[in-house]
């Protein structure tokens, strides 16, 4: 039911672009209730996730 979820986070994070998918990500990683919100209902393929391991020589 809606009414019962707790709606409390501890940071909001404004728009689902590169620099938003980050920082949300990060506080999540950080244990931190964290909320993003987005005006589209999805991102653009481009700013989806890739594996690490593409990185991994970095």
């Given at each position: 039911m809606v009414g019962d979820r707790d709606t409390t986070y501890q940071v909001v994070v404004v728009g689902g672009g590169p620099t938003g998918l980050?920082?949300?990500?990060?506080?999540?990683?950080?244990?931190?209730?964290?909320?993003?919100?987005?005006?589209?209902?999805?991102?653009?393929?481009q700013f989806m996730a890739k594996q690490r391991s593409a990185y991994s020589g970095l």
């Open positions: 980050i920082t949300a990500n990060l506080l999540g990683q950080e244990s931190r209730k964290t909320l993003l919100v987005e005006r589209h209902e999805t991102t653009r393929p």
